[in-house]
């Protein structure tokens, strides 16, 4: 059967990026491409690991000649962030990704590509199982759940790696080498829910139509927020004098993806149908001049079609709504030693509901430990001083069981600069010889598992990778000339690390 890619160029890369994508990888499930890896390394007789985490390192021999050059670490994830447009059949759990070329786009019928971080394995996949190429020693390592707050490498054992130079392909734009990366942590915060009985009739109101887009490398493009969007629509309501009781809230679907869409179904009194109505138009006026040039906003309202048992009461409802209506979300601080970096951020990218509780998901970044410790304290006092200032002090001893928690999850290390690397000297060196310009030379407001191997080895460490669009969205594409041309960068920078023993 004719593949979609099959004779682009560079032909091996592709053809392995196309079975990559035949084969479900979304975050937490990740066996079946681990397991494929293996198999990979099996057949063709190579050193092969996979470890508890479902981490897969594959180690090949140097070619002939190259034995005294120096190993090099080629590293990226197998797993892909899983969002679809609305009213997409699509199960990420058992389907293959419908690839679409067009031009010197690759793109997936309305869902995320996996180009991050799938372009990484093929290539890899494609210098392994090539004995043509010219290379030091390879280990090649795989690792999971990146995208879910970097699992995979927290649980690698880099004794493993005898590798002190690492080239790690999870970078989106070519021209580019990272030398630098931010830290995070994930915020968890719930509002434990008392219920009281509804009155009056049902809505359902969507937020919809927003770019989404990367927590990190897109939250200085002043993006908006659907989650935070829906609360101040709801606040805005409460300003109108517009009594409503919440009987469902949704929005989002991954922490470290700004959301595009969100939720909610109120209660209203049936006289209010109309001033509710013009309220949101009021709200979408606002709103759409806040973010003119940026989003094309979109709310709707209509009658819902389910009756609700049971409505959040005033307490967690009041204080939550107040509180993430006015939440500390996109661009905290700036970097002041390098332009145009940001240093702190914080986005809220899932609001959920389960098992009684309401529950909201914040990505907060930072290159400066101490800023994020920070954000974190202020996105605390913030939450703590909202919901007390809606209880009487006579009533909190009775309400304690009541209060909104915050769990910290997933913390992960920043990839401090290196003044003096070989590599990087090395990788300017070649592209500048093969394009004729100067490679950019920067830092990223993104987390990289870079600063993992940084922290647990003595390694001199790049991050590259090809253009690729939109990540963690359903119009992420990726662009097939660079791929070409990233790959051939990376093929000379392996032929010459013999200049590095």
């Known amino acids: 059967m004719s593949k979609i890619l099959e004779g682009i160029e560079p032909k091996k890369v592709f053809s392995f990026f196309e079975e990559i994508c035949s084969i479900p990888h979304g975050s937490y499930h990740v066996d079946a491409i681990s397991d494929y890896l293996v198999e990979f390394a099996k057949k063709r007789g190579f050193f092969v690991l996979q470890d508890k985490e479902k981490n897969v390192l594959i180690k090949k021999p140097a070619s002939v000649g190259m034995e005294q050059a120096p190993a090099v670490i080629l590293q990226g994830h197998m797993d892909m962030v899983c969002e679809k447009e609305p009213g997409i059949d699509f199960d990420f759990l058992t389907d293959g990704l419908r690839l679409r070329v067009q031009g010197d786009d690759i793109t997936a019928e309305g869902t995320t590509l996996g180009g991050d971080d799938g372009i990484a394995v093929a290539y890899a996949l494609a210098i392994l199982s090539d004995d043509t190429i010219v290379h030091p020693a390879l280990e090649a390592l795989f690792t999971t759940q990146e995208e879910v707050g970097m699992e995979g490498a927290f649980g690698f054992d880099v004794s493993s790696l005898e590798g002190r130079y690492l080239i790690n392909i999870d970078s989106e734009e070519e021209g580019s080498v990272l030398t630098s990366c931010a830290g995070g942590v994930t915020l968890a915060v719930t509002y434990p829910i008392q219920y009281e009985t509804p009155k009056g009739s049902c809505f359902d109101i969507a937020i919809h139509g927003l770019k989404g887009g990367h927590s990190g490398a897109d939250i200085h493009l002043g993006r908006a927020n659907a989650i935070v969007l ?177 769990k910290e999850s997933n913390r992960y290390p920043g990839w401090q600069y290196k003044k003096d690397s070989k590599l990087r000297k090395l990788v300017c060196q070649v592209y500048e010889k093969q394009y004729h310009e100067p490679m950019k030379v920067e830092a990223i407001h993104a987390g990289l598992e870079c600063g993992i191997f940084a922290s647990r080895m003595d390694v001199d460490i790049v991050s590259i990778g090809p253009d690729i669009l939109d990540i963690h969205t359903p119009k992420e594409t990726l662009k097939i000339a660079s791929v070409r041309r990233t790959y051939e960068l990376l093929l000379e920078v392996l032929k010459r690390m013999g200049e590095l023993a």
Do not use: W
């Open 230 to 406: 829906l609360f101040r629509l709801l606040q805005y309501l409460s300003f109108r004098d517009i009594g409503y009781q919440i009987a469902s809230l949704s929005g989002g679907g991954k922490s470290n993806a700004i959301p595009r869409e969100s939720k909610a179904a109120i209660y209203i009194d049936e006289a209010d149908r109309d001033v509710l109505q013009n309220a949101i138009e009021e709200f979408l006026i606002q709103v759409t001049e806040e973010f003119a040039g940026q989003e094309e906003i979109k709310i709707d309202i209509f009658p819902s079609g389910r009756c609700y048992d049971r409505v959040y009461a005033d307490v967690p409802a009041k204080p939550l709504v107040h509180a993430m209506s006015h939440i500390r979300n996109g661009v905290y601080r700036m970097s002041k030693d390098m332009e145009g970096l940001v240093e702190t951020s914080s986005n809220l990218g899932i609001l959920c509901v389960k098992e009684d509780v309401v529950e909201l998901v914040f990505s907060l970044r930072s290159s400066v430990e101490a800023e994020l410790n920070t954000l974190l304290h202020k996105i605390r006092d913030d939450i703590s001083g909202d919901f007390d200032s809606y209880i009487a002090s006579d009533e909190k001893d009775n309400l304690k069981e009541y209060l909104p928690s915050l």
